[in-house]
């Protein structure tokens, strides 16, 4: 055999084999290679747009915090309000209803005073009416005696 007829066999060959996987085997690499190309793509193109929606969702989440706060610290401020005015409505209750409580005590010790001097004059009277019986008993002028005690009866 002859080297040339060899080599120009192999050379042949060797282009039959490069047309037979440029016809059947590259396509179907080529086109699973372009596939998973597009497919990382995506992916990439899938995870920035992931990126960017949870860095406004964050921004989002931060603004409603924000807000949340700010109505909390509302709320709480209209609570203490409220607080102090229920303290206040109760202090202003409380004052009255102890100068309510004061003023009937008031007026039950000057009944019981009042009470209490009515019964002294009734005693005094009745000592005075005793008196004047053991003086009615050594004296007999009872009209000069009764005039006196009426006087002093008047008196009290």
Do not use: Y
């Not at 084999?17 to 990382?40: D, E, N, T, Y």
């Not at 406004?56 to 609570?79: C, D, H, P, V």
């Not at 004052?95 to 007026?107: C, H, P, S, V």
Request: hydrophobic content about 50%.
């Amino acid at each position: 055999m002859n080297i040339n007829a060899t080599l120009i066999a192999q050379a042949i060959m060797f282009a039959l084999f490069v047309w037979f996987c440029m016809s059947f085997v590259w396509p179907p690499i080529v086109g699973a290679l372009a596939a998973r190309q597009k497919q990382i793509a995506d992916g990439l193109a899938a995870a920035d747009r992931g990126k960017h929606e949870l860095e406004a969702s964050a921004k989002t989440a931060a603004l409603e915090l924000r807000a949340a706060k700010e109505k909390a610290t509302e709320i709480i401020g209209q609570a203490e309000k409220r607080a102090s005015e229920i303290v206040e409505e109760s202090k202003i209750q409380a004052k009255t209803e102890g100068d309510r409580i004061i003023g009937g005590a008031k007026a039950e010790i000057d009944q019981e005073v009042n009470r209490a001097k009515e019964g002294l004059r009734q005693q005094v009277a009745a000592l005075a009416v005793a008196g004047a019986e053991k003086i009615l008993r050594r004296e007999i002028d009872a009209h000069a005696h009764a005039s006196m005690l009426a006087t002093i009866a008047n008196e009290l």
